[in-house]
């Protein structure tokens, strides 16, 4: 299979890069990329926000912030390079069609943000697409998509499987929210959708069995093309 892996950077770099998780990500990418064909994609969590923040007290510009934003995925991209050593390409990739040359060198291209007014889920499901995947698999900060929202409300229901019609659905209703924290961003939903991508919404703990994962066994989310 080919795969493209989406890490939120909440995920990877809660507070501070979460080491054991980095290096628990590498072992079992370099372990999936032995029988598969593995691309990934890393966002910029908190420590983006925080930039994106502080940012906001010099400049009303919302792209030069994105570009602050797109910066610090790169650097948590960098971490995954370090921690995947040999098997990742040594630079961060920032074209989809090199992310393909780089998959026949037999690396794992890995790539951060590439261009303002979006968030890496964007960029992960774009590169999906791009590259024809076989599998997206979205490792975010809750662990699968609800039928609202878990944080605020106890009676949210994890749903097993959905159509991608309604993970595009329920990305727009998140995204129409002031500060929602949708599992996915609407713009990546479409993306999902137009790709026809079958995708695997996991939360961290899956993520440690990611071999497993690929296999459909995940208590993710899984959505249908
Ligand atoms: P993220 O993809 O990290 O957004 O990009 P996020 O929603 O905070 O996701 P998690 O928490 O990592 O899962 C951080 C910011 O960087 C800019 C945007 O401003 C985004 O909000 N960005 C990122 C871009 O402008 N373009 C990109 O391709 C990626």
Partial sequence: MRIVFDIGGSVLVPEDPDIDFIKAMAYELVKISEDH??????????????????????????????YIGIHITRANAMLLIAALGEKAYPFIIQDFRKAWEVIQLKKIPIMGGTHPGHTTDAV??????????????????VDGVYDSDPKKNPNAKKLDRIT??????????????AGGSGVVDALAAKFIQRGKIKTYIVGKKDAYHLFDVIKGKHSGTIVEP
């Avoid at 999906?128 to 698999?137: G, P, S, T």
Wanted: avoid cysteine; glycine fraction near 4%; charged fraction near 25%.
């Fill in 124 to 141: 992960a499901a774009l590169l999906a697409e791009y590259l024809q995947a076989d599998l997206l698999v979205v490792i975010t900060n």
């Fill in 164 to 177: 991608v019609d309604q993970l595009v659905e329920i990305a727009m209703q998140e995204e129409s929210k």
């Fill in 37 to 66: 064909e593995v691309a990934v994609v890393v966002g910029g969590g908190k420590v983006a926000r925080k930039y994106i923040q502080a940012a906001k007290e010099f400049t009303p510009n919302e792209t030069f912030k994105d």
